[in-house]
């Protein structure tokens, strides 16, 4: 037997993996949920091939940041629970390569050496009892491939897509037969803004659409509470666990798209929302939706992010036009001018857009989870700062406690030698500060 098997039955004589019946493909509530929605199902059958296979996907989830793609080439040889046998037995890179490329992919040394630099240190036995008890705790269910409501868009993503999804609320609102239009937008929206959105989120309920955003203050919140004023059904990606809701100020509307529509994420319980992960969470709006509109947004905001994922995709890619002395449409007005975003103005022309236009299967086919080229991309910062990897360096600094290269290590889901090159390039900039019990963000001046 498998250690990720043994690991498994050992673990379920306390906790559930919640898994979507296969009747009803809706969410295993929990008898100690406190926030039961009503739906049923039932825990994974970790006897069987496909259960350990979804609790190996459940593991990798907490040792990587969403979209590795190293990781998502090594289950793409070995599977799940293969791949997670390797790492918990702390296989050799010689053993890894060697069972990789029998499986028909590929690795140098170097590459193994660096992303088990990034994963060896997220091994923690005790992490992941406490997110599998916090999962159970507030009724989220386990989604992963090739279940009934697996949301296939997000398979486009190539070896970037997310190992699994946890999902609070009903499961069947991410079923490929049930289409869903992205609505995204600037968090600091103008009132223009928000009645477009609120007239195009309840008009394209009306057409059967579901309505899929980020959760987030000003345009996204108002598509969602438009969908569910039109009773309607919407789904709401987070950028952290599903057991702490964020923002803290849309609690309670989360709580409510949780009721009738369904909340979900990638991260396991527990992970707490950071800039990178908001940008990777982007991604998943646009794949797991058919057509992305961008409502309302200015030159830098994030939702020009999930509008970049969606052309990479070769989805449909809509935008609001503004008043031309708003800067909050300077992004949407861009999109239309430089980057072939159509115009639309209606729930009508949303429709016509999801429809009209084909998909471009060679671009997903390709796999790249990359930005369209040319794209508008939202830099975490200027300088050094604008990097990817500075952004999950800086994510995990704190301004107040010093943290050494290890717990920045884990923190960031980077290897410690290149978080120490990013701290090099940074402390350069005056952006970090080394002291004697390790790293601190510097305060900016202003």
Request: charged share 20%; net charge negative; with cysteine.
């Amino acid at each position: 037997m498998s250690v990720v098997a043994r690991a498994a039955l050992h673990l379920q004589r306390e906790f559930a993996l919640v898994r979507p019946s296969s009747a009803s493909s809706q969410v295993v509530e929990s008898p100690q949920s406190s926030d039961s929605s009503g739906s049923s199902g039932s825990s994974a059958d970790l006897h069987s091939p496909a259960g350990v296979e979804a609790f190996a996907r459940a593991v990798l989830g907490t040792l990587a940041e969403p979209g590795d793609g190293a990781l998502g080439r090594l289950i793409a040889a070995l599977g799940a629970t293969r791949t997670a046998d390797l790492l918990l037995e702390a296989a050799s890179v010689h053993r890894i390569t060697g069972e990789a490329a029998d499986g028909g992919e590929s690795f140098t040394a170097k590459e193994v050496e660096t992303a088990l630099a990034r994963w060896t240190p997220r091994i923690d036995h005790a992490s992941f009892v406490r997110g599998l008890a916090q999962s159970e705790r507030v009724g989220a269910a386990f989604l992963v491939p090739g279940d009934a409501s697996w949301p296939v868009g997000v398979d486009d993503l190539g070896v970037h897509a997310p190992l699994g999804l946890w999902v609070r609320g009903d499961v069947r609102h991410l079923r490929p037969d049930a289409p869903a239009v992205a609505l995204v937008g600037a968090r600091a929206a103008t009132g223009y803004g928000e009645h477009m959105t609120m007239e195009l989120s309840a008009g394209l309920v009306d057409r059967g659409l579901t309505i899929v955003s980020g959760g987030a203050y000003g345009i996204d919140g108002m598509a969602h509470r438009a969908a569910l004023a039109s009773e309607g059904a919407t789904v709401a990606f987070l950028a952290g666990g599903v057991d702490r809701f964020y923002p803290v100020g849309h609690d309670g509307l989360l709580q409510r798209i949780a009721e009738t529509g369904a909340v979900v994420s990638e991260l396991p319980c527990g992970a707490s929302p950071t800039k990178w992960r908001f940008l990777q969470r982007n991604r998943l709006i646009a794949a797991a939706s058919a057509a992305t509109v961008v409502l309302e947004a200015g030159a830098r905001s994030g939702s020009l992010n999930t509008a970049a994922h969606a052309a990479a995709l070769g989805r449909p890619l809509g935008a609001l036009p503004g008043p031309v002395t708003s800067p909050a449409s300077a992004g949407c007005h861009r999109l239309l001018r430089e980057f072939d975003a159509v115009c639309v103005v209606n729930a009508d022309q949303v429709v016509e857009l999801m429809g009209g236009i084909a998909r471009a299967e060679s671009t997903a086919a390709s796999g790249e989870e990359g930005v369209a080229e040319g794209m508008p991309v939202v830099p975490a910062g200027t300088g050094s700062e604008a990097s990817p990897t500075a952004v999950r360096v800086l994510d995990a600094l704190s301004m107040r406690a010093p943290r050494d290269i290890d717990d920045l290590a884990r923190r960031s889901g980077l290897g410690a030698r290149e978080v120490m090159a990013v701290l090099g390039v940074l402390e350069l900039d005056d952006v970090v500060r080394q002291r004697a019990a390790g790293w601190v963000r510097r305060r900016r001046a202003g």
